[in-house]
């Protein structure tokens, strides 16, 4: 695969993109907070405040082909700009949902707001990956991860200090509270989203307006003589099985990098952490990431091949977590946060893997791998029902509550094996399965 582009100075639309790809990892990773926030305010049980997440990754299902379809009528500025205007109104959709305190209202924020990022990452992911040689893709993407996981450090160490201020105090007091003063305490914890979220909104709309103004070269990719000859040219999106395994191996993924940045904080807290203690924990998964990414940015493809970066990623995950299961306490908290030394080359390496030699079908393949990070939806809230589940087994069992919590939480990621066990055969045998010529 080549490119066509209308100037061969990448400096300035690498540096835009990496903004957005800031823009992303500060919004997506403040779930960590606010899954426990939420949890808190609206009295939920775990399965239902990992909603949090299901809110946010279930529109990446909703929106990828109909973003497709958006970016191809009014292209990749316009719609960067639509993206951002749209995360805009789902940030001050949390307005009324703090003054109602009601959950529904949440998520259809964060809904909303995954609606917009959606057309972000559509127009963003495919576009880094073919502005240069598909060989060096990972590392371009690589650098786009440093941006989105500082980003997503700071977000989760703010909202973590704004939305977990206090929340030990606030649940002591709630146990003991009447009804009456128990709705005056959380309506004004609800109530401590109103200034970030606002600020967050006015951010979104200025930077809806400067994007438009953007200069970004025109990339599209075009068949070589490579493709033309293996007959990708004549083959529909269905005869490429690398894909698909690709799209499969990207699902599962997300699911597991979710569950390391957005668990974390309540599992900390199952284990008898306090909130000001465990706010900090999804940012040790975070900077382990981008510590890794940095690596990767040195590494590939110069020293190590995409393909490779992949398989030991994968293999690492399955260690980290057979590790997470054995140990406990902070050293276990330890281990989920250095599942981001797992999961950071992971996304950068299928990228590149999967839409190699797709030619014509790049743009489509980039939708269906946007459409895999529902993963994020599905995966995190079954590990809640997980430990819900072997929670209520554990204390009918005579265990008390909170050391059945404890322990719950720890043994349900062991959900997390199978999702890198399928990482490591795209990485080995998949991304090889292209399929027959059809011409």
Request: net charge neutral.
């Amino acid at each position: 695969m080549s490119i066509s582009t209308k100037s061969q100075n990448n400096l300035v639309p690498i540096v835009v993109i990496a903004g957005l790809f800031f823009i992303f990892g500060f919004v997506t990773w403040i779930n960590g907070a606010l899954i426990p926030f939420m949890k808190t305010i609206n009295e939920l049980t775990d399965a239902q405040s990992y909603f949090v997440a299901s809110a946010s990754y279930i529109s990446f299902v909703v929106m990828a082909l109909p973003a497709s379809y958006i970016l191809n009528k009014i292209g990749y500025r316009k719609g960067m700009s639509l993206g951002l205007f749209i995360m805009a109104i789902g940030a001050l959709v949390f307005i009324p949902a703090a003054e109602a305190r009601t959950y529904w209202v949440f998520l259809t924020g964060i809904f909303i707001q995954g609606l917009g990022m959606t057309i972000l990452q559509t127009a963003a992911n495919p576009y880094i990956t073919i502005l240069g040689p598909i060989e060096s893709g990972a590392k371009r993407i690589a650098i786009m991860g440093i941006a989105n996981k500082v980003a997503g450090a700071l977000g989760s160490v703010i909202f973590g200090a704004i939305l977990l201020s206090g929340i030990d105090a606030v649940k002591e007091q709630v146990a003991t509270a009447s009804d009456s003063e128990k709705a005056v305490l959380l309506d004004t914890m609800a109530d401590s989203v109103f200034t970030p979220y606002l600020i967050m909104a006015a951010v979104l709309f200025i930077l809806a307006i400067l994007i438009r103004k953007a200069p970004l070269p025109h990339v599209e990719p075009i068949e070589d003589e490579t493709s033309t000859a293996n007959g990708s040219s004549n083959k529909t999106i269905f005869q490429f099985p690398h894909l698909w395994l690709g799209v499969l191996a990207l699902f599962v993924y997300v699911g597991a990098e979710v569950i390391a940045g957005d668990t974390i904080i309540a599992y900390g807290i199952s284990l008898g952490f306090t909130g000001e203690e465990a706010k900090y924990f999804t940012t040790y998964t975070l900077l382990a990431m981008v510590a890794t990414y940095a690596l990767g940015v040195f590494l590939i493809p110069k020293y190590v091949k995409q393909k490779t970066a992949l398989v030991i990623s994968a293999v690492l995950g399955i260690i980290f977590s057979m590790l997470i299961l054995s140990t406990s306490g902070f050293t276990s908290v330890l281990f989920v946060a250095a599942l981001g030394i797992a999961n950071a080359l992971v996304w950068p390496a299928i990228w590149p893997l999967t839409l190699d030699g797709l030619g014509k079908h790049t743009k489509t393949a980039s939708a269906l791998l946007i459409m895999a990070i529902s993963g994020g939806a599905i995966i995190p809230p079954l590990y809640g029902r997980i430990v819900d589940s072997s929670k209520h087994e554990l204390i009918a069992s005579g265990i008390n509550e909170a050391e059945a919590l404890a322990t719950a939480s720890t043994e349900s990621y062991w959900i997390l094996i199978p999702c890198y066990a399928l990482i490591l055969f795209f990485a080995i045998w998949g991304h090889k399965m292209r399929g027959t010529s059809k011409k």
